[in-house]
């Protein structure tokens, strides 16, 4: 008997919509954050030049950091959802 039939095939469709609902729009917000984060630091190294660069550089960094982070939180998510 499949073990995707019945209750137990209706919770795997119901956890897997979820998760693969919240992983995608979990990662739409890393990548927002990101780009948003990259743009901020590359705008602050252009405006004050050699002066700025390390904060710029930072802000970029720490944007990169929170948009990986959240990708792996993520697919942790669908990976649940998915019964993984």
Do not use: C, Q, Y
């Not at 897997?16 to 990101?34: E, F, K, P």
């Not at 660069?53 to 990976?79: C, F, H, M, Q, Y």
Request: avoid cysteine; charged fraction near 15%; aromatic fraction near 2%.
């Amino acid at each position: 008997m499949s073990s995707n039939t019945g209750a137990t095939g209706a919770a795997k469709f119901v956890t897997s919509t979820a998760g693969n609902t919240i992983g995608g729009l979990s990662r739409t917000v890393g990548d927002v954050v990101g780009a948003a984060s990259r743009g901020l630091g590359n705008t602050i190294t252009s405006a004050t030049g050699s002066a700025g660069r390390p904060v710029g550089n930072a802000l970029s960094d720490a944007g990169t950091g929170v948009e990986d982070g959240v990708n792996r939180v993520a697919k942790g998510i669908e990976d649940a959802g998915n019964w993984k």
